[in-house]
């Protein structure tokens, strides 16, 4: 009946009406109480007096709890601002009363309410103590058998700092969520085995299954500010062994009016292990350089495109000429962006392949920047299809960055992927011969062409980790192309960030490289989100090796065997710098690659890519006959993560 009533009534507060009569009652007997301890039990001349001095304490208290209005608090959720206006209106009852006493020791009032100093001041201290310790008793009361008898998951805290504080405080004022904090979690020994806050610290040494299923464990909450992606990625590791939830704190920032809601604690994401830096949208070099500019993004609608979107709408552009021939997701970025309040931007369905119709584009909107974020992107599909990735990467980037400097745009920022570098696909030859092609225009231009580079993004249309998403709500199995394949990964945030700033600090001709981090082995990846799910792997998903791809490597690499990289003043960002010298012959070859690809002769076609990028070796491919075919010396070139590479020239 306890419990039923408990979690039928959990969410509603005792009327204020109620608080407030309980404390004059309270009042009331403290003031009789204060006549005992001074007086004792016996009756006298002095005691007679306090029938009559009842009614007027009863009314004085009732005026001052009104005025300072204590009995509005939710008793449940006591806090140090209810105990302070305890105080003031204890305080303001007995300034009233010794009022009464003075007046009527100089015959103002009767000789009845002559109330002695002692009373006075026993009866405030009592007034202090209980009524303060009544709303905590019944405070920890309500929490203690809510806790016992109530439906309510058990968790723990894991940082016993000024964090894990705020976070156990959410917790236990939250009345729409039945949890209890049963303990934290932290390494420091000083905290260890003792209690904060009427909770015990335990040593993370100590937490294992037996600990977990002995407690009723069901969520462990990782509570630590500023805690690097490495670390967390060690402790989500040991708890995501536990059969428990493991959940995460927002930044400080993310708090809602700077205060912490436990509708905000969220479980872990992958995205949330892989060691990536937070994006700050407060960049002076971005917004000198895009104040007052007509921006022109291609792939507007992709998902690189679109964040070059949300963030450059940050900054005090003059117009956004948004470009991409997706409909349907075009609609929806625009939609967005209207909610948000953004309104100078234009959106455009178009194909980068139609010459006119760019060509008409720039007429009209005359861009001073262009953001180019449109391609075909998915290894297999390209390789099985040459001739759109050509159509899309390679002449889609000519017909932009002719056009570009056509008319005089001041930069233009090409989007390019470490596929490009030493590819053994179709679409990383394409990219790369766009990146040459751009390169090379830089030398004729008074256009700045900027190339950036980068690997995989996380949560990017076609990416591992929305796959893997997928697979896991179906139950599996998850698929690997191969237990060492390595890739690395960046958050779409930072790195659109990084493609602006990027574009704000190019010169022209340079091929700016991202600083991607570690690489992340996609096996492992794999067995983390499945423990991520709340599942077992192998028990309960499975993950099955499918064998690699057509044209796709084992690992990735960001410079070519012919590159070397200069620093910037962004630590995140370097300057690849590779030889131009046969820009000319490296122009005709492309032209008639161009003019080759209206054949839709595919080994045609990859044979004269071959020819444009002498180190794309094809792997896993039926280019591969190509690479045999070729008749030249064997030449030895060393690669940075896959080891020595043999190219036939």
């Given at each position: ?287 000198k350089e895009l104040e007052g500019k007509v921006v022109m993004i291609t792939g507007a609608a992709g998902s690189i495109g679109s964040e070059i979107v949300r963030q450059a709408s940050f900054y005090n552009y003059k117009h956004l000429v948004l470009v991409d021939q997706a409909e349907s997701p075009l609609y929806d970025l625009q939609q967005e962006l209207l909610s948000k309040g953004v309104s ?140 060492d394949v390595t890739r690395f990964f960046m958050t779409i945030p930072e790195a659109s960030q990084l493609v602006i700033e990027a574009g704000t600090m190019g010169n022209g001709g340079e091929i700016f490289i991202f600083d991607m981090g570690e690489s992340v082995k996609i096996f492992d990846l794999a067995k983390k989100m499945i423990r991520l799910s709340g599942l077992r792997y192998p028990e ?110």
């Open positions: 009946m306890i419990k039923d009533f408990l979690i039928n009534n959990s969410h509603k507060h005792a009327s204020k009406w109620v608080v407030l009569t309980i404390d004059v009652l309270i009042t009331i007997f403290n003031f009789f109480l204060a006549y005992v301890v001074r007086f004792g039990i016996t009756l006298n001349s002095e005691t007679t007096n306090l029938l009559y001095q009842l009614p007027i304490i009863t009314a004085i208290a009732t005026l001052s709890f009104l005025v300072i209005g204590s009995h509005k608090g939710v008793v449940r959720h006591t806090g140090m601002k209810d105990a302070y206006n305890l105080f003031l209106a204890v305080t303001i009852l007995i300034a009233l009363t010794g009022f009464l006493m003075a007046s009527s020791r100089l015959e103002l009032l009767p000789e009845l309410l002559n109330i002695p100093v002692s009373i006075i001041c026993i009866h405030y201290l009592l007034n202090i103590i209980t009524l303060t310790t009544s709303r905590l008793v019944f405070k920890y009361c309500y929490y203690y058998v809510k806790s016992k008898i109530g439906k309510n998951s058990r968790i723990l805290i894991y940082g016993a700092g000024d964090s894990g504080l705020i976070t156990q405080a959410a917790i236990t004022n939250d009345s729409n969520r039945s949890l209890s904090v049963f303990g934290f979690i932290d390494d420091n020994s000083q905290k260890t085995d003792k209690t904060i806050n009427g909770t015990r610290v335990y040593p993370s040494s100590k937490i294992n299954k037996d600990f977990i299923e002995k407690h009723s464990i069901k969520e462990i909450i990782v509570s630590i500010p500023h805690i690097s992606k490495k670390r967390l990625s060690e402790i989500s590791d040991e708890l995501l062994k536990l059969p428990v939830a493991v959940k995460i704190i927002p930044a400080v920032n993310d708090w809602i009016d700077g205060k912490l809601k436990v509708s905000q604690i969220k479980e872990i994401q992958i995205e949330d292990l892989l060691d990536r830096a937070p994006i700050s949208m407060e960049n002076q070099n971005i917004k100078n931007f234009t959106p455009i369905v178009a194909d980068i392949r139609d010459h006119q119709r760019v060509e008409t584009i720039f007429q009209k909107h005359r861009p001073n920047m262009v953001f180019h974020a449109a391609a075909y992107k998915h290894v297999p599909l390209m390789e099985s299809n040459p001739c759109e990735a050509i159509k899309i990467n390679v002449l889609g980037t000519r017909k932009l960055a002719d056009l570009s400097s056509q008319f005089g745009v001041d930069k233009f920022v090409f989007v390019s992927t470490d596929k490009a570098v030493n590819p053994t696909n179709v679409m990383g030859a394409t990219k790369r011969v766009a990146e040459m092609y751009i390169k090379c225009l830089h030398r004729t231009s008074k256009t700045k062409f900027i190339t950036t580079r980068f690997g995989n993004v996380l949560g990017s249309n076609g990416s591992v980790i929305p796959l893997f998403k997928k697979q896991i709500q179906k139950g599996g199995p998850l698929t690997v192309t191969h237990k309960d998903i499975d993950i099955e090796i499918s064998g690699l791809r057509p044209g796709e490597k084992l690992y990735e690499e960001l410079l070519a065997d012919t590159e070397n990289t200069l620093p910037t003043y962004h630590k995140k960002i370097m300057i690849s710098k590779f030889n131009d010298d046969d820009c000319e012959m490296i122009m005709d070859k492309i032209d008639d690659l161009c003019i080759m690809n209206l054949l839709n002769q595919d080994h045609q076609i990859v044979g004269k890519l071959k020819e444009i990028v002498p180190e794309f070796i094809s792997n896993n491919s039926t280019f591969e006959s190509i690479d045999k075919m070729n008749k030249g010396v064997v030449k030895v070139v060393k690669g940075n993560t896959q080891g020595n590479r043999k190219i036939l020239v």
